[in-house]
């Protein structure tokens, strides 16, 4: 079992940052896939990045170069660094566990095991 939770949402206004944070517990962390999905209203659940164990990390192409992922094994914590936000990225924000090898990080079929989310809105 994995227990997820993350923190840092807020309100920012349009070209700001935020970092969200998710601290896992229950299980060896730095042995698994970590990803950030987003769901806005009416809107299915969307991948926005991941990163697996050896530091490969994917992106969703609207995110590229304004979000990074990261992870710190020791704190057994993943983070998203979001800069130059825009209206469109309001979302709820989770993040995920996925503990089966080669499993496919754009797939929220693949994971396990999601946070409650947090909730980030970006003024215009």
């Given at each position: 079992?994995?227990?997820?939770v993350e923190s840092g949402g807020g309100l920012v206004q349009a070209?700001?940052?935020?970092?969200?944070?998710?601290?896992?517990s229950g299980r060896t962390f730095s042995n698994y896939l970590m990803g950030w999905f987003r769901q806005a209203p009416g809107k299915e659940r969307e991948f926005v990045a991941a990163i697996r164990v050896g530091g490969s990390m994917y992106y969703v192409d609207s995110v590229k170069g304004r979000f990074t992922i990261s992870r710190d094994n020791a704190k057994n914590t993943v983070y998203l660094q979001m800069n130059s936000l825009r209206p469109e990225d309001t979302a709820v924000y989770y993040c995920a566990c996925a503990t089966k090898m080669f499993a496919a990080a754009r797939s929220p079929d693949s994971y396990d095991y999601w946070g409650q989310g947090t909730q980030v809105t970006v003024s215009s």
């Amino acid at each position: 079992q994995v227990q997820l939770v993350e923190s840092g949402g807020g309100l920012v206004q349009a070209g700001g940052s935020l970092r969200l944070s998710c601290v896992a517990s229950g299980r060896t962390f730095s042995n698994y896939l970590m990803g950030w999905f987003r769901q806005a209203p009416g809107k299915e659940r969307e991948f926005v990045a991941a990163i697996r164990v050896g530091g490969s990390m994917y992106y969703v192409d609207s995110v590229k170069g304004r979000f990074t992922i990261s992870r710190d094994n020791a704190k057994n914590t993943v983070y998203l660094q979001m800069n130059s936000l825009r209206p469109e990225d309001t979302a709820v924000y989770y993040c995920a566990c996925a503990t089966k090898m080669f499993a496919a990080a754009r797939s929220p079929d693949s994971y396990d095991y999601w946070g409650q989310g947090t909730q980030v809105t970006v003024s215009s």
